[in-house]
């Protein structure tokens, strides 16, 4: 089985422009979150998604934002990149949400590199 | 809000030394804890994961860790290090509430395995 899938696996961009994102759940997993990590540091949580409902943002500016189709892929849109916007980008799936314990099984991540 | 530190960030050993990896956690109900392995250019690999079934957890590549809740600790072992075990290593909590289920990293611990 395929395990969670993302594109691109890498990506320069410059300041100021817009990049989008794109990641695809294991079959059956109906839950998507996405982590941002920076070079050095653990992954932190931005958004993560169920049903294509908005479940729970962590700390990022409104410049971020994601969506969920119906067929439980994901989305995430960063405007107005910034330099520090510079990292990793993992998305991460899950069976459902608000189910305690349960794992998240992350991809290989789309490096982002803001010049 | 919940969270976890891992000591040391970075780790050296033999090989065929024993592993011993530091993660504490602050939370005021019983947590989720996780460990995930991150190999070079690589997304996070689940090792293992505590839900309170028991306190001592078994998880893939020979990999444990025990729950002491009088020491809020989560320490990664494993009885004999090998160079395949060269990686960097997260220790993570879930933050479960009613928007989500986000994971909560530690800044990691980068594990070195010499010859």
């Known amino acids: 089985d395929a395990g969670v899938t993302q594109s691109p696996t890498h990506l320069i961009k410059t300041r100021g422009q817009q990049v989008t994102l794109r990641c695809s759940p294991i079959?059956?997993?109906?839950?998507v979150s996405w982590y941002q990590q920076v070079l050095g540091q653990g992954p932190q949580f931005i958004f993560q998604?169920?049903?294509?409902?908005?479940?729970g943002r962590g700390n990022f500016p409104d410049r971020f934002s994601a969506r969920q189709f119906p067929n439980y892929s994901s989305e995430l849109n960063v405007n107005a990149l910034l330099l520090g916007d510079s990292a990793l980008y993992l998305c991460?799936?899950?069976?459902?949400?608000?189910?305690?314990?349960?794992?998240?099984?992350f991809g290989d991540g789309t490096r982002l590199s803001i010049l | 809000a919940q969270s976890v530190t891992q000591l040391g960030s970075h780790v050296s050993v033999s090989e065929g030394a024993l592993v011993l990896l530091r993660c504490n956690y602050s939370s005021s109900v019983p947590p989720y804890l996780f460990w995930y392995v991150q190999y070079p250019n690589q997304g996070l690999q689940l090792l293992l994961k505590?839900?309170?079934?028991?306190?001592l957890v078994k998880g893939i590549n020979g990999f444990e860790a025990e729950f002491k809740k009088s020491e809020t600790s989560f320490h990664l072992t494993k009885p004999s290090a090998h160079m395949s075990d060269a990686a960097e290593y997260f220790c993570?909590?879930?933050?479960?509430?009613?928007?989500?289920?986000?994971?909560?990293f530690g800044k990691g611990t980068t594990l070195s395995v010499s010859s």
């Open positions: 998604y169920y049903e294509k409902e908005e479940r």
């Open positions: 991460a799936s899950s069976l459902e949400w608000l189910q305690e314990g349960q794992p998240q099984h």
């Open positions: 993570a909590v879930s933050d479960l509430n009613q928007a989500g289920t986000a994971l909560i």
């Open positions: 505590y839900t309170s079934a028991a306190t």
């Open positions: 079959s059956g997993h109906k839950s």
